[in-house]
Nanobody, 118 residues
Framework: VQLQASGGGLVQAGGSLRLSCTVS????????VAWYRQAPGKQRELVAA???????NYSDSVKGRFTISREYAKNIIYLQMNNLRPEDTAVYFC?????????????WGQGTLVTVSS
């Protein structure tokens, strides 16, 4: 399984971006897809996650501004980011965590840089 993230770039505060993560290969039906980010000098943090059942979870800092979604037919995971703030500047990574019984595997994309100017 390989993940390819794209869609990052430079945007002004208040603007929007949509990140995409294309998943190559098949994953278990029980899974969690997620977006993380890592700002310079900071630890990687969870931004948004979606369980295969459909439930979503967001960090408090992005709740109401970001939306995670997935297009099953094309195996793509999206992160729609609205009303961006300078503090959203970071490298964004997509992640897939799959489960089968007692087995779990985690896959990461290469990261895409989002820069929000004030």
């Amino acid at each position: 399984v390989q993940l390819q993230a794209s869609g990052g770039g430079l945007v002004q505060a208040g603007g929007s971006l949509r990140l995409s993560c294309t998943v190559s290969g098949s994953i278990f039906s029980s899974n969690v897809v997620a977006w993380y980010r890592q700002a310079p000098g900071k630890q990687r943090e969870l931004v948004a996650a979606m369980v295969s059942s459909g439930s979503e979870n967001y960090s408090d800092s992005v709740k109401g501004r970001f939306t995670i979604s997935r297009e099953y037919a094309k195996n793509i995971i999206y992160l729609q980011m609205n009303n961006l703030r300078p503090e959203d500047t970071a490298v964004y990574f997509c992640n897939v965590l799959e489960f089968l019984g007692s087995t779990s595997r985690s896959y990461w994309g290469q990261g895409t840089l989002v820069t929000v100017s004030s």
